[in-house]
């Protein structure tokens, strides 16, 4: 039985037993009657409808909402409305919300949340992947048991919210992260942390070419220098110390402006406001011509061989004249005396492949990827002496680079070496003699 019958039950004995003896002492029993009705009626209503509303306030819906007439439904009206209200705040709450995280989860930068005892509170995806973590996992646990670096340790101690710090692995290939800590709320902490890998490599690249320039230059101006001064103090008409200086001061003097041109064109390649001129390059012509240039430095001390098929390519001249050069250089300069250099351009396979093959002294496997870097070098002494920049195969890579190609590289140790450059399709047109005479031009 209800809990309201109850209490109308024990109500309703009380107003009768009022009702009789008060109609009793004034003689007005179907009036006491009435009222006793009328009081029981007005309690029943009262009573149902206050058990209905502690029903509903024990599990709150707005779909199954009482409904009733005169001062209960408009106290019932009124929670409805109450509680639409706070249906659509909790909504919109939930909505920004949601936005919030989704907006958290998408950044490329780490975000940790920290509570005020600098245990884990949120996470997203990219924090899990810079410092290792998993948010299901590590929720709740104190950031420094998770992140041991010292620096870091030591960083958190020391609240030092205004700067970032970097920390670095162990080995070279590791990340490089810069995190830093931004408080808010009531001793909360947010713990920001982005991946700087590749600037700092950048970073280190710029301070071995600054580096690297600076050596390059200092040798041949050293040499100079040492001349100048001999000149200086040397005795009048001596005409023989004259002219060894003065032929060793222009070798040196012709080595820097060699790395001058080197640095200028790889500059210009690298910058994307340096338009690419393109224009029918006929290969065949330019592979003969670059050939004929490096047999001076050869002196005839390696048999050269040229192979190259009638095909043309659109193309910079210029660029693809620099590309070929260091190719044939390159291979000049590491062949012993009486070597085969082979030069072959052809079409393979719906691509224009320029090859440069030479017998010499080889690569081993582990300097290969680093081939393209600017001044790497497998024996810089002999690189020095052989009169090359250590510029030569970058220059390479990024003309390949700017005409949509690729360089590959096969070399052996004590067997020579290959170096392939592949341009696409859509680079590759016929020889345009060629072509007339199988397609013959009718006139009238």
């Known amino acids: 039985m209800p809990d309201w019958i109850g209490r109308l039950v024990s109500i309703a004995a009380i107003a009768a037993a009022g009702a009789l003896l008060t109609g009793y002492v004034a003689g007005a029993g179907f009036a006491a009657l009435f009222l006793f009705a009328f009081l029981v009626a007005a309690v029943a209503i009262g009573l149902r409808a206050r058990s209905r509303l502690a029903k509903w306030l024990a599990d709150p819906s707005i779909d199954e909402m009482p409904d009733d007439e005169g001062a209960w439904g408009e106290i019932y009206a009124r929670l409805h409305r109450w509680l639409r209200e706070q249906a659509a705040s909790r909504a919109s709450y939930s909505h920004a919300l949601w936005r919030f995280r989704q907006a958290g989860e998408a950044m490329p930068d780490g975000v940790l949340v920290l509570d005020a005892d600098d245990r884990i509170e949120w996470m997203n995806p990219s924090a899990e992947g810079h410092f290792g973590l998993t948010f299901k996992r590590d929720r709740g646990q ?28 162990q080995t070279e290939s590791d990340r490089v992260l810069s995190v830093q800590l931004v408080p808010y709320g009531q001793h909360e902490k947010l713990l920001l942390s982005r991946d700087v890998t590749r600037w700092e490599r950048l970073e280190a690249v710029r301070r071995d070419f600054v580096a690297n320039v600076s050596h390059e230059l200092r040798t041949p101006l050293t040499v100079l220098r040492g001349f100048i001064e001999t000149l200086a103090d040397a005795r009048e008409g001596d005409a023989k110390l004259h002219r060894r200086s003065l032929e060793l001061m222009g070798t040196q003097a012709e080595r820097m402006q060699r790395l001058v041109e080197d640095l200028l064109m790889l500059a210009r390649l690298e910058d994307s406001r340096y338009p690419l001129k393109e224009e029918p390059v006929d290969v065949p012509a330019l592979v003969h011509a670059v050939v004929s240039e490096a047999e001076g430095l050869s002196q005839g001390k390696h048999r050269i061989e040229v192979r190259a098929e009638p095909v043309w390519l659109v193309a910079s001249r210029e660029e693809l004249r620099s590309a070929l050069t260091n190719l044939v250089t390159n291979a000049i300069r590491y062949t012993p005396a009486g070597g085969e250099i082979v030069v072959t351009w052809g079409r393979e396979a719906d691509e224009g492949w320029l090859r440069v093959r030479d017998d010499g002294e080889g690569i081993a496997p582990e300097h290969i990827p680093r081939l393209t870097e600017r001044f790497y070098r497998v024996d810089r002494g002999r690189s020095r002496s052989s009169g090359g920049t250590g510029l030569g195969l970058a220059i390479v890579k990024h003309v390949l680079q700017r005409h949509q190609g690729r360089l590959e590289i096969a070399s052996e140790p004590g067997r020579g070496s290959t170096f392939s450059c592949a341009f696409p399709a859509t680079r590759l047109a016929p020889d345009p003699g060629h072509l007339a005479e199988v397609t013959p031009i009718r006139s009238g």
């Open 142 to 169: 104190a950031v420094t048991n998770l992140i041991r670096h010292p620096a870091f340790v030591a960083y958190l101690e020391a609240q030092r919210f205004g700067e970032p710090l970097l920390l670095r692995g």
